[in-house]
């Protein structure tokens, strides 16, 4: 059987250097007059953050070169791994908190948050589970619910912080990927349903008031405009004083200490205001490019964990840039996450890198070109296994 092997998806490298330089110049652009304000430096976070760009490319590269099927087996083990973590940062005492969230362990500079581990695990679990036994899916008690609950633990826990916006993230990578492995259809169709008395349910026993209070702001911020609605009026205000071509770079006034969380959750509303509407829809533009990039080398891989990983690691991605997009243009409740690759934040900058690098990973090693009919089949069946066709009934 005659193979060619492809070489890693430059276009999904290329994309994934400009997200990560527009959030570097952004960066620098967004945080300099509360840097000087809080440290006197006004390079502070820009200097912390190409720390952690050169150890994010590290961890590309390591994405890159290491066997993304290694992984395979250490599904269970870095699951486990981010549960310990997830409940370690929750005990009191244990983990950094900011702002009455509980979300980071480490010391000094070094600090990581496990949610952002907990992605990663999620996703790289259920590809193995899934591939390995890919009819035990469509068995409600002995696949479905079992990997549902372990996604159910995973989304608890990370509610616990709070970190509502990656404890979403994780519940979208998990029903994506059950979806993508071939659940079926009306097992989906009744966990959707679940979710409104679930939703009740965390409304009454689980969601703290100041997140209760983020839903009720967003039906109208305007009630409360020098309080709880402050956060998304500035951010709203940024948006529509860029007007097409922007204020031009380091010109933005919401900056001066107007916008909270300017550099971090809320840096898309800067990009707006300074590079315009043109500027925000190119990064829009960008991830959109990213997904067709990931969604494709999970199409073209030629084997199920690999198809299964790439789509899940795409779709965290792009989920939590829609979260934070709708988040700062008013289109979803506030709730705190980063802009991937462009807000600042050293955890998250270095696992989207890593999980990048695995794509490149996959378009890599997994896509062979199979010049062979059986080769064909093989292409065939591994759609099929994606879209789940044949295990639906």
């Known amino acids: 059987m005659a193979t060619e092997r492809r070489g890693i998806d430059r276009s999904l490298l290329l994309v994934t250097m400009l997200l990560t330089v527009i959030g570097l110049a952004m960066i620098l652009s967004a945080s300099y007059v509360k840097a000087e304000e809080m440290t006197g430096d006004p390079f502070f976070f820009f200097k912390k953050q190409l720390i952690w760009l050169f150890i994010g490319f590290g961890a590309l590269l390591c994405g890159i070169n290491i066997d993304y099927r290694k992984l395979r087996p250490l599904a269970k083990p870095i699951l486990w791994v981010a549960v310990i973590l997830l ?150 205000i940024a948006l529509g004083s860029g007007g097409l071509l922007g204020a031009g770079f380091g010109n933005s006034k919401q900056k001066f200490l107007y916008l909270p969380e300017q550099h971090t959750d809320f840096i898309f509303a800067i990009i707006g205001e300074e590079l315009g509407l043109i500027g925000a829809a190119a990064v829009v533009c960008l991830f959109i490019f990213y997904a067709w990039r990931g969604y494709r080398a999970a199409v073209r891989s030629s084997d199920a964990f690999g198809a299964l990983l790439a789509c899940g690691l795409t779709t965290m991605v792009i989920c939590q840039a829609l979260i934070n997009i709708g988040v700062v243009t008013s289109s979803m409740p506030v709730t705190g996450i980063p802009l991937p690759f462009i807000s600042y934040g050293g955890s998250s900058l270095t696992l989207l890198l890593f999980a990048t690098g695995l794509l490149l990973n996959i378009s890599k090693s997994g896509g062979r070109v199979q010049t062979s009919e059986s080769g064909n089949r093989r292409r065939r069946n591994r759609r099929t296994y994606i879209s789940g066709a044949g295990n639906r009934r």
């Open 87 to 236: 409940g370690f940062v929750l005990l009191e005492g244990s983990g950094h908190s900011a702002k009455g969230s509980a979300r980071w362990i480490g010391f000094g500079m070094l600090k990581f948050q496990p949610s952002e581990l907990a992605k990663l695990a999620v996703a790289v679990y259920l590809a193995s589970v899934i591939a390995d036994k890919p009819r035990l899916i469509t068995n409600l008690q002995r696949g479905f619910l079992p990997l549902l609950g372990i996604l159910m633990v995973v989304f608890f826990l990370v509610l616990k912080q709070p970190d509502l916006g990656t404890g979403i993230t994780i519940l979208v990578i998990g029903f994506v990927l059950l979806a993508a492995g071939g659940a079926r259809i009306k097992h989906l169709s009744a966990t959707a349903l679940f979710a409104l008395p679930a939703s009740v349910f965390a409304w009454l026993f689980i969601l703290k008031g100041y997140q209760k209070d983020r839903v009720l702001t967003f039906l109208n911020p305007q009630s409360d405009p020098q309080g709880k609605g402050y956060h998304i009026i500035q951010s709203l």
